[in-house]
């Protein structure tokens, strides 16, 4: 099912928008079998992301980010929500905000832990947003909000606990925040780096610990129990351009992965971080901007990479590294991509969502390899 190009007002209703939705015959790239379906947005696509809370695992959120040049240019943006299953992508609810870099939903903590979707936009603001359950179908209602700097917000991350918020921004500085029922509080904030925070992790591992990575090739470590933050180490030598995305991988406490406009997507080993681990990394082919680990099979990445499209990697160990499956069907820069947490169907397939930028085109597909089948049927 593909949604037309129509601006949306400040809120739709889900009636008003499922109304919207209708074929567009002969626009966009065709759908094979692997495709589940696709969706123009009303805006510059830049982020996807699945909810983890086990009742809204086939709620999926897309954002866009859109300049409008002039004397007096404007950032503008939207969060959509989809509900997703193996026959269809139904936009139900969308909400006009200010132009999106970054959003995420909170990690699950246990079954009593909110949904909630953070938001990290060019107006400087830290946005956070509970999903809930409305008389039109699930909706957005913002919690609480928080002006955190005269620059843009470029990326955000949860503690494990979800009870903090690390903020990069586009003038080096980092931001960590608190969030306590509806109030939002600055514990620390510190220059990070010379040029934009395009990315900010905390180590689920060691929550007292956050990575940064920048436009000035640097990738760093923080130890939050110092006010401020102190350098717990800095690699300004193995990035050849700036560093886009940092992920912990959920099911070994010593390896990390870092993505660089570079093209490399590199493998760490936390207790050595001056080097990669595997020291020739490996080469997707456009700038690496986003990668996600899969939540259940260890070592499998899935990647968003800019000028070449999506790639699903295998890693095994620090020795094994290699594309086991590509996706080029969008046209346009590779920004968003994340995995489905959960079943979408009793068939179990694995679902996967992906935007691209200029086209504003969001797709959800199931992965061709059998080898990516078997691996989640583990």
Not at 197 to 218: E, I, N, R
């Amino acid at each position: 099912m593909i949604c037309d190009k129509t601006h949306a007002p400040y809120q739709l209703s889900a009636w008003n928008l499922r109304r919207r939705l209708e074929p567009v015959a002969g626009s966009g790239p065709s759908i094979s079998v692997m495709d589940v379906g696709q969706c123009y947005l009303d805006g510059n696509a830049d982020v996807v992301e699945f909810c983890p809370h086990t009742s809204f695992h086939h709620v999926l959120a897309a954002s866009t980010y859109t300049l409008q040049e002039g004397d007096q240019p404007t950032r503008s943006g939207s969060i959509s929500l989809f509900d997703i299953n193996l026959e269809k992508v139904d936009l139900f609810y969308r909400l006009k905000t200010a132009g999106i870099f970054d959003m995420k939903w909170n990690p699950v903590v246990d079954n009593t832990t909110p949904p909630l979707l953070a938001q990290a936009d060019a107006d400087g603001y830290l946005r956070i947003h509970h999903l809930q359950n409305s008389i039109d179908g699930n909706a957005l209602k913002e919690v609480t909000n928080k002006k955190l700097s005269s620059s843009m917000c470029l990326c955000l991350d949860w503690d494990p606990s979800a009870t903090s918020i690390s903020v990069g921004h586009s003038d080096g500085s980092v931001s960590i925040t608190t969030l306590e029922e509806t109030k939002t509080t600055v514990l620390q904030e510190w220059k990070a780096h010379d040029f934009e925070v395009w990315a900010t992790t905390f180590d689920p591992d060691q929550p007292h610990l956050v990575y940064t990575g920048s436009d000035d090739c640097k990738f760093k470590g923080w130890d939050l129990r110092n006010s401020p933050s102190s350098v717990t180490f800095q690699n300004s030598k193995s990035h050849q351009m700036g560093v886009c995305c940092i992920a912990k991988s959920p099911h070994d406490p010593n390896i990390l992965f870092t993505g660089s406009y570079d093209e490399n997507l590199r493998i760490w080993d936390v207790r050595s971080i001056s080097r990669p681990v595997n020291e020739t990394s490996i080469n997707l082919g456009g700038g690496v901007w986003r990668i996600k680990n899969h939540s259940v099979v260890p070592g499998l990445i899935l990647a968003a990479c800019m000028h070449n499209g999506f790639a699903i990697v295998k890693v095994n160990g620090s020795e094994e590294v290699k594309v086991v499956e590509t996706y080029n069907k969008h046209e346009s820069l590779a920004y968003g991509a994340d995995w489905c947490r959960g079943s979408v169907s009793q068939e179990g397939k694995t679902v996967i969502a992906t935007c691209s930028f200029y086209d504003k085109l969001l797709r959800v597909w199931v992965p061709e390899s059998d080898m990516i089948q078997v691996l989640f049927d583990i």
